[in-house]
């Protein structure tokens, strides 16, 4: 800031100058001349200097990684429910690939769980913890498999677009974020085409791809974390005595034998490119209450805990006879809301 500081200081004085002046004693056109040279001056002084250029405009890794690593900390503790693995791995995995200065690898990440527990919502605060605009920056590029990948006779060209919109965007920005939605209703051997970019090559045609994060989000293994869920709440242990080792082994054999999976027999999993498999515990009663009271806050609204309770029993829970786990988890709270408040 002390550049910018001075700067300004500069093109200031040269613009008092005049009037400090006697009269006559510089011409317009000198006056006219010196205050462009300053402006000039201090533009270049802008541009050149990374942190001051990137206040005005969106750069590559726009929030140095102590402050992207404490931004995800915070919002995740403040706006994930339920999600004990979620948050601690997450938290783990980012901070500690962005603070590696010499990553042999992409970090990869693949979202698991039922509709509802969060998947969206946590690659949107990573995104918004690396990039101010979230998922609107130039930096962070969305897929989803039925909107950009329909149809199944063009998967050659798929293929060939991926690979090309991929190297083109990390050509522009090394930490580029690349989120992959629906996985689990992508075309099998779709995905394959970006292992190259996901291997521990040091450079693939000049480009370096070390630097980027890519994020699957699928509902397979779905089935396989609540069978793990409930064996736990059966055996009278709480779900924060689950713990990675618990599920992840098999939560990846899940989603690599499912063929009505994107990840069918998929050489990111074969080669272990996928650095973790991240669980979402299906949600239960508690956690939907808590995004109800959340979600009321947020429009500005004191909380009726009777409207919470209510909102939150109306929704489907399964299984049929203990009814522990919401079958929509969060999804549909929103709409709930708009019935019970006149907003």
Same mark, same amino acid.
């Given at each position: ?52 250029? /990137? =206040?005005?405009?969106? /750069? /590559? ?5 102590? $402050? ?10 403040? !706006? ?78 798929? !293929? ?14 090394? $930490? ?5 939605? #629906? ?11 970006? !292992? ?12 370096? =791809? ?28 709480? $779900? #924060? ?43 239960? =009663?508690?956690?939907?209450?808590? /995004? ?17 309770? $209510? ?33």
């Amino acid at each position: 800031m002390k550049l910018r500081r001075g700067a300004l200081r500069a093109a200031l004085a040269l613009v008092l100058l005049p009037l400090l002046t006697p009269a006559g004693a510089v011409e317009p056109i000198s006056v006219g001349l010196a205050i462009a040279g300053a402006a000039a001056s201090a533009l270049t002084g802008f541009i050149s200097y990374p942190r001051l250029y /990137c =206040y005005f405009r969106e /750069c /590559c890794l726009q929030r140095h990684e102590p $402050r992207a690593a404490a931004a995800l900390q915070h919002n995740l503790d403040k !706006k994930l429910f339920g999600q004990h693995l979620v948050s601690k791995v997450v938290v783990k995995a980012v901070r500690g690939f962005l603070n590696n200065t010499n990553a042999k690898k992409p970090l990869a990440l693949s979202l698991h769980g039922w509709t509802g527990t969060g998947k969206n919502f946590v690659s949107k605060i990573v995104a918004e913890s690396i990039y101010k605009k979230g998922l609107q920056s130039k930096y962070v590029h969305q897929f989803v498999a039925t909107l950009h990948f329909p149809h199944a006779h063009s998967i050659n060209l798929y !293929k060939d677009q991926l690979q090309s919109w991929i190297r083109g965007n990390v050509s522009v920005c090394p $930490r580029s974020l690349f989120i992959f939605d #629906e996985m689990d209703k992508m075309h099998a051997g779709l995905i394959d085409s970006i !292992k190259p970019f996901l291997d521990y090559y040091e450079l693939l045609d000049g480009v370096s =791809y070390r630097q980027a994060i890519f994020i699957f989000l699928s509902n397979a293994g779905a089935e396989k974390i609540t069978e793990v869920a409930l064996d736990f709440w059966r055996n009278g242990r709480t $779900r #924060e005595d689950i713990q990675l080792t618990d599920i992840q082994n098999a939560l990846s054999v899940s989603v690599f034998n499912n063929k009505n999976s994107g990840f069918w027999h998929s050489t990111l999993i074969d080669r272990n490119l996928i650095d973790y498999f991240i669980p979402f515990l299906p949600l239960e =009663y508690k956690h939907v209450k808590m /995004c109800v009271r959340v979600e009321i806050e947020s429009r500005g609204y004191a909380v009726d805990e009777d409207i919470v309770s $209510r909102i939150a029993e109306e929704m489907t829970y399964f299984p049929r006879e203990e009814r522990i786990y919401s079958d929509k988890g969060c999804k549909t709270v929103d709409a709930k809301l708009d019935y019970y408040y006149d907003f």
